[in-house]
């Protein structure tokens, strides 16, 4: 339910507007914030009380489920207000951006049912097999709904548009058989962390660096994309994002199985001659 149609529950006469403690309530968010985009210029109250409260009518709720949105997008606020500026037909730009919604929303039923379809072959006893054919799932049943150009924005806000535009060309230079190889190996290291971690195998043991090795020559294969080769500082950085960001994380079995990650990580750094 839309902001606007949530509270309009609460207002029935007239036409209503709503106060600044409301519409923060609702959006989930202060109204420090409300009044920094008024500030700003990005949302204007519909109307500021005799009491100095700021009011918000139907136009502005819609303007700021906008705002909202293209937040989650990962845009400032200052491209957001570039984006509100060149895109006057609001209507149309909710169709663009709900049909985008609806494509996120099927790429994340395909994400669950490929990260359940791995729970589960990771979980269950090795005799088993754990598809509706009776066999173990691929890499393209592992890797289904997961598409590197979903963090465009975000890599090229955090490391700029080159950075992107580098990564985007090497993957597509790429046969469709050497990105499977690529993303599988990632898959079978996932996997033998999450083994050894399950027999409680310490992150020091052979067993596990040599997880690690294979791990940091799979990450060299990106380096003339992503920095140069891994170095100590660069391997415990990864370590540090793995744990830090849920969809590394969720890579490695959640939380735990990224710290246990980071711990190996710190292990082979130790032993890194520079």
């Known amino acids: 339910m839309s902001i606007a149609a949530a509270a309009a529950h609460a207002r029935t006469d007239g036409e209503p507007d709503w106060s600044i403690q409301e519409i923060a309530r609702l959006a989930g968010t202060t109204s420090r914030t409300l009044r920094h985009y008024g500030d700003i210029g990005l949302l204007s109250p519909s109307r500021i009380g005799s009491n100095g409260y700021r009011y918000y009518g139907r136009a502005a709720l819609v303007r700021l489920q906008r705002i909202l949105l293209l937040r989650e997008l990962g845009l400032g606020l200052p491209a957001i207000a570039g984006v509100l500026a060149q895109e006057t037909d ?14 996120e929303q099927e ?71 050497e990105k499977k190889q690529f993303q599988q190996a990632h898959v079978d290291i996932a996997r033998d962390y999450a083994a050894a971690r399950a027999t409680g195998t310490d992150v020091a043991s052979d067993k596990v660096q040599a997880i690690v090795q294979r791990h940091v ?45 980071r711990a190996a990580f710190a292990v082979y750094a130790a032993s890194l001659v520079e």
Do not use: C
């Not at 088993?128 to 924005?153: I, S």
């Not at 890599?155 to 790429?174: L, P």
């Open 90 to 103: 609001t209507p149309r730009a909710l169709r663009n951006h709900l049909e985008w919604l609806r494509d």
């Open 107 to 177: 790429r994340l039923v395909r994400q669950i049912a490929s990260v359940e379809l791995t729970i589960a072959d990771l979980e269950g006893p090795p005799d088993k097999k754990h598809t509706k054919g009776g066999e173990r799932p691929m890499a393209h049943d592992m890797l289904d709904g997961f598409d590197h150009t979903q963090y465009k924005e975000e890599v090229e806000q955090r490391w700029g548009a080159e950075a992107y535009a580098k990564s985007d060309a090497w993957w597509r230079s790429k046969t469709d058989a």
């Open 217 to 261: 020559d799979w990450l060299n294969l990106s380096a003339p994309v992503t920095g140069g080769r891994i170095t100590r500082e660069r391997l415990l950085g990864y370590g540090d994002m793995y744990v830090g960001d849920p969809r590394f994380a969720a890579n490695y079995g959640g939380l735990e199985g990224a710290e246990y990650v």
